[in-house]
């Protein structure tokens, strides 16, 4: 059976230089996948698809990951003016920092692809490739694959929709589900839904607090 | 004024045979209520199911789905409204003539249902149009949409034809058409229309 590993290793023998990674899915399913560099991604799908028989592509999805935010204490010394014996000295010293780093979160785009040629069962495991954007910004452009798997288009221009990826090179790129005048990117774990709460029979929870939040603006609106 | 039932059998028995106006007006109306022939979500397949054979929703003078708003007399919402279908759903009833009614069948039409929260569902189609009954379940089976088209007839029976509660058709002033939502940056612009669905009282007794 043709693995991740494996598959990985044909590319980068075919094409030296692709910017190409393997990430772990350490879950038992153990479904690894490729992370492909935006650049090359154009030309790997076409080998996947030409070369490797991966003519098939099923599902496209997209993944936001927002920016990360991470603590790290840090041993560091530091020269510092200290009375020593009535005079001063600089004296080495070792002191604890917390260093907070922020890692810029970004957008993925997910492919799963199949053999149809081969079927499933030569060595041709479903096989998972991953686009990642600059950011979750300004830098949201990926090469669309529809040119490569043409079952692509409606799913691509959903990522679009839903998560605000623009795909570049794609033939037909408009909202799916929403509406064109729509300005959001609802999948995106930063949206907010317009407050149309005020009539919550059963609230609880975020929607509880929703629902609060809401009728205390009426009230407020309400007394000016 | 209506006719007493009891000296109305008498006089069927003695082979007369009174009505009002009234009565009669709105006994064939109730009889022929032609239901509008779309579907928006899963709900329409119940609705499908009930005018066929099994169910048979022609026997309740539903006799035809007409393909046209200009011809049908009823708007059945069977299915989840989203917001992009929403101002579509308003100006199809717009363009149906009186008289005309609704029922929103199922929890998606009537309240969001299951996609209550989502992002692109309306809160129940009651927020832009008038609705006659409403329907819970997802889906309501055949059963619960006949028993709601069967509450309707009762309600267009018992509308008179003239004073305060008379039927929008025959009132010269009444609201004809509804404003049609617009689709703006965030969400439907008016998100609600307030002449139709006023901020319901909280059932709980809770006050803000
Ligand atoms: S109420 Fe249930 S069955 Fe009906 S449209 Fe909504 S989800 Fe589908």
């Known amino acids: ?51 490797l028989g991966y003519d098939y592509c099923s599902n496209v999805t997209g993944v936001d990951w927002l920016d990360k935010e991470t603590t790290e204490k840090m041993k560091t010394s530091r020269t510092v003016l200290k009375q020593v014996d009535g005079v001063e ?23 799963h692809l199949f053999s149809m040629k081969h079927g499933p069962t030569d060595p041709h495991p479903p096989l998972v490739i991953r686009m990642r954007t600059g950011n979750r910004g300004d830098a949201v452009e990926l090469p669309s694959l529809t040119p490569v798997w043409r079952s692509a288009e409606f799913q691509e221009r959903e990522i679009f ?54 009728r205390l603006q009426a009230v407020q609106g309400g007394a000016q | 004024m209506a006719v007493e039932p009891d000296l109305k059998i008498e006089l069927g028995k003695q082979g007369v045979f009174v009505t009002t106006l009234n009565e009669l007006y709105n006994w064939g109306r109730r009889n022929s209520v032609w239901p509008m ?17 099994r169910y048979d929703l022609a026997r309740f003078g539903a006799e035809v789905f007409r393909p046209s708003p200009r011809q049908a007399d009823l708007m059945i919402i069977s299915g ?17 003539a009186e008289p005309r009614y609704v029922i929103a069948m199922g929890a998606c039409a009537i309240s969001g249902g299951p996609f209550k929260q989502g992002y692109n569902v309306l809160k129940g189609i009651d927020r832009y149009i008038p609705v006659d009954v409403h329907i819970p379940g997802c889906p309501p089976r055949p059963e619960a949409l006949i028993h709601a088209f069967m509450t309707l007839q009762k309600k267009i029976e018992a509308q008179p034809l003239t004073g ?6 025959l009132n010269a002033e009444a609201q004809g058409e509804f404003p049609v939502p617009v689709p703006s940056a965030h969400d439907l612009e008016p998100p609600v229309n307030r002449l139709v669905w006023p901020l319901p009282v909280p059932s709980q007794g809770e006050s803000a």
């Not at chain 1, 910017?19 to 799908?45: C, G, M, T, Y």
């Not at chain 1, 076409?46 to 070369?51: N, T």
Request: proline letters at 6%; a negative charge; hydrophobic letters at 40%.
């Open chain 2, 37 to 53: 022939q779309f579907g928006l979500a899963c709900c329409a397949i119940e609705m499908i199911a009930t005018t066929m054979a």
């Open chain 1, 161 to 214: 929709d839903l998560y605000g990826i623009v795909f570049r090179g794609h033939r037909d790129l408009r909202r799916l589900l929403m509406w064109d005048e729509f300005e959001d990117h609802p999948m995106r774990r930063d949206y907010m839904d317009p407050d149309d709460y005020e009539y919550e029979p059963t609230p609880h929870d975020e929607v509880l607090k929703r629902a609060d939040q809401q």
């Open chain 2, 164 to 169: 305060e509660a008379r039927p929008r058709h």
């Open chain 1, 1 to 51: 059976m043709k693995t991740s590993e494996q598959v990985l290793s044909d590319l980068q023998a075919a094409m030296p230089g692709v910017k190409i990674s393997l990430l772990a899915n350490p879950s038992p399913s153990a479904q690894h996948s490729l992370l492909v560099a935006a650049e090359d991604a154009l030309r790997v799908a076409a080998y996947l698809r030409d070369q």
């Open chain 1, 89 to 111: 000295q600089s004296v080495e010293e070792t002191v604890e920092e917390t260093v907070k780093r922020i890692e810029p979160g970004y957008l993925e785009a997910v492919y």
């Open chain 2, 80 to 96: 989840t409204v989203t917001k992009k279908m929403a101002p579509q759903v308003v100006r199809l009833y717009n363009q149906m």
